[in-house]
C-alpha cells in the first residue's frame, strides 16, 4: 500500500502554463484519502517551489535541489548536503574561465550569481525569487553552499566546461541534469555532493514517517528523477516524459497540461 508520494515540480506539478487547477484539488484529495504528499524538486526551498510545497503538504517534508536539501514546508532546513568547499572553488573558477553562468544555492535558501545573463534572468522569474548578486568564492566561507548549478545552453562552450569538471573534480560532485518547459533550450546542469540525490533524500523523508521505500510513489518526467522512479515502490512518468523515463516506470500517465498528476494521485489513492 502506497503511504507517501514524492512529485517532481517542472513537467510534472508545473507546465508550460504554470500548474494546472487540477493538480490542486488532485492532491487535496489525496490528502484526504491518507496520503502524504512531498515534492522532489531540483527547485531551491524559497520562491514559488515554497509555495508549492505548503499547497501539496503543508505538513510535509519536501524535497529540494535534487536532493541536497530536505526542508519544512516554512522552508526550514531539517536535512542538507553540503557542497566539498575546495571542489566548489573549483567549479567557480572554471564558470569564470569559460564565461558560463553559474549559480550557488545556500541551505537558507539564498541563490547567488556574479553576473547577469538572459537565462538567468529567466531563471529568476521561473523561480519567482531574486538573485543575489556576490562573489561566488566567497559566498562559501560564510554560508552553506549546497548546490551548484550551470544554465546552460548545450554547444562547445558547455561540453568544454563540463570535460574540465569531469576532469579535475569528478571525484568530489555528482551531476544531475534537468529542463523545464517554461524555458526551452536552457540545461540546468546541477553539481552536489556525491551522497546526495533525490533517491537519498526520499529515504531520508520515508524513514522520518516510518514509511518503507515499498510503500513510496514517485511521479516524474526528467532524467532526474529517474534514480526516484526506480527506488520507490511505484514508478510513474508522465505523458510527456523522456523516453527513458517511461521506460523505467512502472505506469505512464497523460502529460502534465492534461492532468496527468491528477491522474496518477487518483490511481495510487484509489488502488489503496
Given at each position: 500500500m502506497i503511504r507517501l508520494v514524492f512529485i517532481d515540480v517542472d513537467g510534472t506539478l508545473h507546465g508550460p502554463d504554470g500548474v494546472p487547477d487540477c493538480a490542486w484539488e488532485a492532491a487535496r484529495q489525496a490528502r484526504a484519502h491518507g496520503?502524504?504528499?512531498?515534492?522532489?524538486?531540483?527547485?531551491?526551498?524559497?520562491?514559488?517551489?515554497?509555495?508549492?510545497?505548503?499547497?501539496?503538504?503543508?505538513?510535509?517534508?519536501?524535497?529540494?535541489?535534487?536532493?541536497?536539501?530536505?526542508?519544512?514546508?516554512?522552508g526550514a532546513p531539517a536535512h542538507a548536503v553540503r557542497l566539498p568547499q575546495t571542489a566548489y572553488h573549483r567549479l567557480v573558477d572554471l564558470a569564470r574561465a569559460h564565461a558560463l553562468p553559474l549559480e550557488a544555492y545556500t541551505a537558507a535558501g539564498g541563490i547567488y550569481v556574479e553576473r547577469a545573463a538572459n537565462d538567468l534572468e529567466a531563471h529568476e522569474?521561473?523561480?519567482?525569487?531574486?538573485?543575489?548578486?556576490?562573489?561566488?568564492?566567497?559566498?562559501?566561507?560564510?554560508?552553506?553552499?549546497?548546490?551548484?548549478?550551470?544554465?546552460?545552453?548545450?554547444?562547445?562552450?558547455?561540453?568544454?566546461?563540463?570535460?574540465?569538471?569531469?576532469?579535475?573534480?569528478?571525484?568530489?560532485?555528482?551531476?544531475h541534469l534537468g529542463t523545464s518547459p517554461a524555458t526551452p533550450g536552457v540545461l540546468y546542469a546541477s553539481l552536489l555532493e556525491r551522497s546526495a540525490g533525490k533517491a537519498s533524500a526520499a529515504r531520508w523523508v520515508a524513514q522520518r514517517f516510518g514509511v518503507t521505500m515499498r510503500e513510496t510513489a514517485m511521479i516524474g518526467d526528467g532524467a532526474n528523477d529517474?534514480?526516484?522512479?526506480?527506488?520507490?515502490?511505484?514508478?510513474?512518468?508522465?505523458?510527456?516524459?523522456?523516453?527513458?523515463?517511461?521506460?523505467?516506470?512502472?505506469?505512464?500517465?497523460?502529460?502534465?497540461?492534461?492532468?496527468?498528476?491528477?491522474?496518477?494521485?487518483?490511481?495510487?489513492?484509489?488502488?489503496?
Open positions: 496520503l502524504r504528499l512531498s515534492l522532489a524538486t531540483g527547485r531551491p526551498n524559497t520562491g514559488l517551489s515554497l509555495d508549492y510545497a505548503r499547497r501539496l503538504d503543508p505538513d510535509g517534508l519536501h524535497v529540494f535541489h535534487q536532493g541536497a536539501l530536505v526542508a519544512r514546508a516554512d522569474r521561473l523561480l519567482g525569487v531574486p538573485f543575489l548578486r556576490a562573489d561566488l568564492q566567497r559566498v562559501a566561507f560564510t554560508r552553506a553552499v549546497i548546490r551548484a548549478q550551470w544554465v546552460v545552453r548545450p554547444g562547445p562552450a558547455w561540453e568544454r566546461a563540463r570535460a574540465a569538471v569531469d576532469s579535475q573534480a569528478a571525484g568530489s560532485f555528482s551531476w529517474l534514480e526516484l522512479i526506480r527506488a520507490a515502490g511505484v514508478g510513474i512518468a508522465m505523458g510527456n516524459a523522456a523516453e527513458e523515463v517511461k521506460q523505467a516506470a512502472d505506469r505512464v500517465v497523460a502529460p502534465v497540461d492534461r492532468c496527468g498528476l491528477a491522474e496518477a494521485l487518483e490511481g495510487l489513492w484509489r488502488g489503496r
